[in-house]
DNA sequence: CTAAAACCTCAACTAAACTTTAGGTCAAGC
DNA sequence: GCTTGACCTAAAGTTTAGTTGAGGTTTTAG
């Protein structure tokens, strides 16, 4: 068959069916009908939601995979120039995400061997209370 | 004045008023009542506050933190053990979240190098539908 | 031809972590 | 003494990313 169920798709791609009914409500897929009103996908659009599944898992939101996916035609799979675009974009997201989680690491490891017997002074310990006049200085918490 | 205000606290801590309630309806944090009804937090509750912002923004969820600060004396400080037992819990979570956020750059980095010209090998393009049987395989997409 | 499996829509529900609103009390400044 | 700002509670609303359920249609297998 040249078109996929919805059910097919839900299987080689493993979101459930309820999350591609989803995912086409918020336009990030695409579907034709049948005769009877059921949805039938091009082979492409498996790439598209693998594509989606990656961005999330890197930490993107559905909102700004959407806008992304929104200059490419339906379901074609993107290029491999407006990949790259994205996987900059994102990429770069990314390393923030990680650099972030790392600065958060060493300060907790720092904590650990520091024992926290000088809770005045522990970089994670201490928020704003202490801190808050102190300029940049440890800059981990309360920070969205 | 020994004993902060709810307005107090959330300017020390930079928490709103809003979810200084929030976290007491969930039992992370407590207060006394003064005479008019009105919340009267002993500093403490600072140190508190600053452990679950801390934790929060490791990834811990607020329902994991009140399992963790549950067994803590209402609103004491926790002790440097204390502190111990939860960092190290907690720093396990953060080194699995940043190995995994890693592994993600890594095969995106792969897939820009590659330029996504053969998307059918390229692992971060690839899910379930050409690799679903091959075992572990590339492994970067659909988990939760 | 019929029964089961798959599909359809729409609305409501879930979870986390809060915020907002409404209606009312309390405290502080002038 | 009164007004304004801070505070109280309870309920409802918000966002993200879906899932679940009800009621009905279509497709497929035997």
Redesign the interface.
């Known amino acids: 068959m040249a078109e996929l169920s919805v059910g097919e798709v839900a299987r080689?791609?493993?979101?459930a069916v309820s999350a591609l009914h989803f995912y086409e409500s918020k336009g990030l897929i695409h579907s034709q009908r049948n005769a009877g009103n059921q949805r039938r996908y091009r082979r492409e659009v498996?790439?598209r939601?693998?594509?989606i599944?990656?961005a999330q898992?890197?930490?993107v939101s559905l909102a700004e995979i959407a806008r992304a996916l929104a200059v490419l035609p339906n379901d074609a799979?993107p290029s491999?120039a407006d990949?790259?675009v994205m996987?900059?974009q994102?990429?770069a997201q990314?390393?923030r995400?990680?650099a972030r989680?790392?600065q958060?690491?060493d300060s907790?490891?720092g904590?650990?061997g520091c024992?926290?017997?000088s809770?005045d002074v522990c970089p994670?310990?201490?928020?704003?209370?202490q801190l808050?006049h102190a300029g940049p200085g440890p800059v981990?918490?309360?920070?969205k």
């Open positions: 080689r791609s493993g979101v498996l790439r939601i693998a594509l599944r990656a898992a890197m930490g799979a491999a990949w790259r996987s900059q994102w990429g990314l390393e995400r990680i989680l790392q958060m690491r907790l490891t904590c650990i024992g926290c017997l809770m994670l310990y201490n928020p704003d209370d808050a981990i918490l309360n920070r």
